[in-house]
C-alpha cells in the first residue's frame, strides 16, 4: 500500500468521492448509489470502507453479512465483498487488498468463517484480482430472464 495511505470507516464526507467511484463499476443513478451509501453508515450488517491518501479518497470497499445461501459456502452468515474499486492511479499498490483485508477482518468478528465475491464472467480483471489475494473460484453461472 502507498506510503500516507490509511483505510477507514466512511464517514458523510467521503459519500461523493465513493459515489464517483461506484459510477465506475456499476454505473446507474448517482443520487440512487449516494443514498444507498448514506444508509450503510448506520447499517451494522453493512461496511463500507475507504481509502485515503493525503486527504483524498482513492478507493472504496462495500461488504456486508449474507443469511441466504452464497454460491459454494456452507456456513450462515457468509461475509460478502459487494464491490471494491481503486482510482486508476492507485491501483497494482496493494490499495485494493487492504480494503479487502479489512472487509474480512470486520466478516469475522461478526462471527463469520467464509468469505465470497462475484464478478462478471468477462471481467478478467477482477477474476485475476480476486485470485490473487486468495479467492478460489466457487462457479460459474449465466442469468437468464424474459419479459412477461
Known sequence: MPDGMTVCATEQCHLSAVTELAMLIWGGS?????????????????LLLVAVHQGEVVGFAQA?????YVEGTGTSPVGYLEGV????????????????????????????????????????????????????EAGRIICFKKSL
Do not use: K, P
Open 64 to 68: 456486508g453479512l449474507r443469511h441466504d
Open 85 to 136: 474499486c481503486v482510482r486508476e492511479d492507485f491501483r497494482h499498490r496493494g490499495c485494493a487488498a487492504a480494503l479487502v483485508a479489512q472487509c474480512e477482518q470486520w466478516a469475522r468478528e461478526r462471527g463469520c468463517s467464509e468469505f465470497a465475491s462475484d464478478c462478471e464472467l468477462d471481467n478478467t480483471a477482477s477474476l485475476a484480482f480476486h485470485l490473487g489475494i486468495g479467492f478460489e
Open 30 to 46: 448517482s443520487d440512487e448509489l449516494r443514498g444507498e451509501f448514506a444508509a450503510m453508515l448506520s447499517d451494522e450488517s453493512r
